[in-house]
């Protein structure tokens, strides 16, 4: 999966579970202070991406901003390949 | 199916209340906090009444409400996490008290599906023994099991019980229909409270200590958002029914939050999910029989109506039964 449909995928999930617009989330943006997010919003970013890619991710991994999250996805599906 | 009808319904909580601002003086919160993640503004904490306590003062409310007299009773489950003793049972010393003479009584550890886990015990018994009247209840005094110092788990929790007086009536439109019970002891060490420590060596002579509650937030939140779903659409199934025929889903009060992806995973609306996680948090194997007494109260619960009850918790286990009420 290329980084770009990686992006959009975490896009539409983050969009969804903090009710904000996709054209607000920008790979800089920290999830927890531009987006208002808590730490339930990211298990919940976290498992509908674990769902939707079938990979595995700890919450507790340093993701900060959306980049991080990305970047996160890339390396755990490369890992399953 | 099993004809079996919830005669009547009861609960009690100890007076004293504690509200998230009385946590922040305790520990490094703040109601803010708490409420945005939880749900929970208030809780009510025991001082000087143990699990057997609140569950006595549930079942003298049952057989006042009922008019059964206690010598009817057949059976008596108590459903908790937090008992008075190792031995006896909880179930014991509520039988003892409320002089049931002729009611066998056990307690069933399933934490926040114990509920759930004795009404479906409850039917087996009901069902292949012939028991006619049964007691249930779910009681806990997890304030004696929590470390006060820990702000992750310790603003999420309160004390209560409340029970259901059960009876196998054959001609009654009310009836038991199909449930899903699982447990995954794979996960156990996801949330765990109350451990014992073998001697290390014999003759030992340090004092007995006991684990306080420990949560794997993260792991217990993923597991009941997948879970429960699926607990409650395999239930639904064996029911023989479908998701929009459920009138209420009484959804063990751990999080709102929680209660919400369920809702969202279901595709049902979130009005068929009520909640009072708001002045009671999490009272473990009581919340669901609180709830469902509270509605029963309120006349939001009327007969004929179905409704899925659904604990989840500590084993880890999960447990759904359907009900027309």
Same mark, same amino acid.
């Given at each position: 999966?290329?980084?770009?449909?990686?992006?959009?995928? #975490?896009?539409?999930?983050?969009?969804? =579970?903090?009710?904000?617009?996709?054209? *607000?989330?920008?790979?800089?943006?920290?999830?927890?202070?531009?987006?208002?997010?808590?730490?339930?919003?990211?298990?919940?970013?976290?498992?509908?991406?674990?769902?939707?890619?079938?990979?595995?991710?700890?919450?507790?991994?340093?993701?900060?901003?959306? *980049?991080? #999250?990305?970047?996160? #996805?890339?390396? =755990?599906?490369?890992?399953?390949? | 199916?099993?004809?079996?009808?919830?005669?009547?319904?009861?609960?009690?909580?100890?007076?004293?209340?504690?509200?998230?601002?009385?946590?922040?003086?305790?520990?490094?919160?703040?109601?803010? +906090?708490?409420?945005?993640?939880?749900?929970?503004?208030? $809780?009510?904490?025991?001082?000087?009444?143990?699990?057997?306590?609140?569950?006595?003062?549930?079942?003298?409310?049952?057989?006042?409400?009922?008019?059964?007299?206690?010598?009817?009773?057949?059976?008596?489950?108590?459903?908790?996490?937090?008992?008075?003793?190792?031995?006896?049972?909880?179930?014991?010393?509520?039988?003892?008290?409320?002089?049931?003479?002729?009611?066998?009584?056990?307690?069933? /550890?399933?934490?926040?599906? !114990?509920?759930?886990?004795?009404?479906?015990?409850?039917?087996?018994?009901?069902?292949?023994?012939?028991?006619?009247?049964?007691?249930?209840?779910?009681?806990?005094?997890?304030?004696?099991?929590?470390? +006060?110092?820990?702000?992750?788990?310790?603003?999420?929790?309160?004390?209560?019980?409340?029970?259901?007086?059960?009876?196998?009536?054959?001609? /009654?439109?009310?009836?038991?229909?199909?449930?899903?019970?699982?447990?995954?002891?794979?996960?156990?060490?996801?949330?765990?409270?109350?451990?014992?420590?073998?001697?290390? /060596?014999?003759?030992?002579?340090?004092?007995?200590?006991? !684990?306080?509650?420990?949560?794997?937030?993260?792991?217990?939140?993923?597991?009941?958002?997948?879970?429960?779903?699926? /607990?409650?659409?395999?239930?639904?199934?064996?029911?023989?029914?479908?998701?929009?025929?459920?009138? +209420?889903?009484?959804?063990?009060?751990?999080?709102? $939050?929680?209660?919400?992806?369920?809702?969202?995973?279901?595709?049902?609306?979130?009005?068929?999910?009520?909640?009072?996680?708001?002045?009671?948090?999490?009272?473990?194997?009581?919340?669901?029989?609180?709830?469902?007494?509270?509605?029963?109260?309120?006349?939001?619960?009327?007969?004929?109506?179905?409704?899925?009850?659904?604990?989840?918790?500590?084993?880890?286990?999960?447990?759904?039964?359907?009900?027309?009420?």
């Amino acid at each position: 999966m290329t980084e770009e449909k990686i992006f959009n995928k #975490v896009k539409k999930i983050v969009a969804e =579970q903090l009710d904000v617009d996709q054209d *607000k989330i920008k790979l800089e943006a920290d999830i927890k202070d531009d987006l208002d997010a808590d730490s339930l919003d990211v298990f919940e970013i976290m498992n509908e991406l674990e769902d939707d890619l079938d990979i595995k991710l700890e919450a507790d991994e340093n993701v900060k901003t959306i *980049k991080d #999250v990305v970047e996160y #996805v890339k390396k =755990q599906l490369a890992a399953k390949e | 199916m099993a004809a079996i009808k919830i005669i009547t319904s009861s609960h009690y909580l100890p007076k004293h209340q504690v509200s998230n601002d009385d946590l922040s003086h305790l520990m490094d919160t703040s109601d803010e +906090w708490i409420k945005t993640r939880t749900g929970i503004e208030h $809780r009510r904490i025991s001082e000087g009444e143990n699990t057997s306590d609140l569950c006595t003062a549930v079942a003298v409310e049952l057989l006042k409400k009922s008019g059964w007299s206690p010598e009817s009773i057949d059976l008596i489950i108590v459903a908790t996490m937090s008992p008075d003793y190792y031995t006896p049972a909880t179930a014991a010393i509520v039988q003892g008290k409320i002089k049931a003479k002729q009611a066998v009584a056990f307690d069933l /550890s399933a934490a926040c599906s !114990g509920f759930i886990y004795s009404l479906v015990v409850a039917q087996s018994f009901m069902g292949n023994m012939n028991y006619r009247r049964v007691m249930i209840i779910g009681g806990e005094v997890l304030s004696k099991v929590i470390n +006060w110092h820990d702000r992750t788990s310790a603003v999420l929790f309160g004390d209560g019980a409340a029970g259901v007086l059960l009876e196998n009536e054959q001609d /009654s439109t009310s009836s038991f229909l199909g449930n899903h019970l699982q447990t995954f002891g794979d996960l156990a060490a996801s949330l765990q409270a109350g451990k014992t420590l073998p001697l290390a /060596s014999f003759p030992a002579y340090s004092p007995h200590n006991y !684990g306080a509650f420990e949560m794997a937030g993260r792991d217990v939140y993923t597991f009941a958002t997948h879970r429960v779903p699926e /607990s409650i659409i395999a239930a639904v199934k064996k029911s023989n029914l479908q998701l929009n025929q459920v009138d +209420w889903f009484i959804v063990h009060q751990a999080n709102s $939050r929680i209660i919400k992806q369920i809702a969202k995973r279901l595709q049902q609306p979130l009005e068929k999910f009520p909640m009072n996680i708001a002045a009671y948090g999490n009272t473990s194997a009581a919340s669901v029989p609180i709830l469902l007494d509270e509605l029963i109260d309120k006349k939001k619960i009327e007969r004929g109506q179905i409704l899925a009850l659904t604990g989840f918790g500590g084993g880890l286990t999960v447990g759904t039964q359907i009900i027309k009420y």
